[in-house]
């Protein structure tokens, strides 16, 4: 008697999202390793909630709700309840879960993501600033300011795999080099008390840096009126029209340098440190004439260590936090914030 044969199990659709604090992005993939499709950006504002905005991709794309769904978030991902620290979206995990009707969710911190994505990424979208090759089998770094700084990183597995950092590093102490660096820091405690990384090195931290500038130069007075906007500050700087603007550009970049440059000594990083976030890219050949390489290797008794370190900026050309929570959603590494049906 000859055995029946299984009929074919096509592979299972999931949503993929990268949610920030001011967008959300989204994205379909048919199966594991397939083409991302049905891109779209979505604004955060413009939504109530995590689960509206997912709906609302959902009915633009003309899809139905996939078996799984994949998400990277601004955000810790620690327990049942995520409350963004950049958007007042707040939701729990096994509600969405049972809400969206899937057989498997997954949440995950969207610099832990695109740490995910990092082995597996175009050459084409990075560019190296500085440094030599990055050396195999060593630590990787990952940092990226936008709406707030993410930082996170890849360790090697001892198999010739990776175990992302799911940390929340933005949020340590930020230091400075300069004293002009350390006005800025002083400024920015007067207003905030605590000066985390992100403080600095965000949107709205080189809005403060340009705040900070104004007031140290021309006094509180002529802070009067509205405050230009990080867009515009970029613009006016990359554009050569204020001097105010391009010192700003120029110190947000340094203490990004330093940040970075913390974080390749804390993990060891001769792997290479990976600049990602919605700022940088943009800055393009501007980025490489601040000091950030210079901040980045100005480590005292171990800039030795960090001089060869190679620093790439991505520039991609979709979200590469698509690939990364696709690639999690595939592997077999504990998630805080994976969800899955019983039975």
Known sequence: MTPSLSPFTPPAPRLLADIGGTNARFAWQAGPGLPLESELTLACAEHGSLSDALLSYLQLAGRSMPPACALAIANPVVGDRVSMTNHHWSFSLTELHAQLGLDELLVVNDFTALALALPSMDPADLRQVGGRAPLPGWAIGLIGPGTGLGVSGLLPDGRGGWLPVQGEGGHATMGATTARERAVLEFLAIRHGHVSAERAVCGQGLVDIHKA????????????????????????????????????LDLFCAFLGIAAGNLALTLGAKGGVYVGGGIV??????????????????KGRLSAFVADIPVYVIDARSSPAFLGVANALDSQVGFAGRVRRRG
Do not use: H, K, N, Y
């Open 281 to 298: 890219p943009r800055l393009g050949a501007r980025f490489e004439r601040s000091p950030f390489r210079q901040r980045f290797e100005a």
């Open 213 to 248: 500038l104004t007031v140290m130069d021309e006094g509180a007075d002529a802070m009067i009126g509205p405050a230009p906007t990080a867009a515009e500050i970029t613009a006016a700087a990359l554009d050569g029209r204020s001097a105010r603007a391009d010192e700003s």
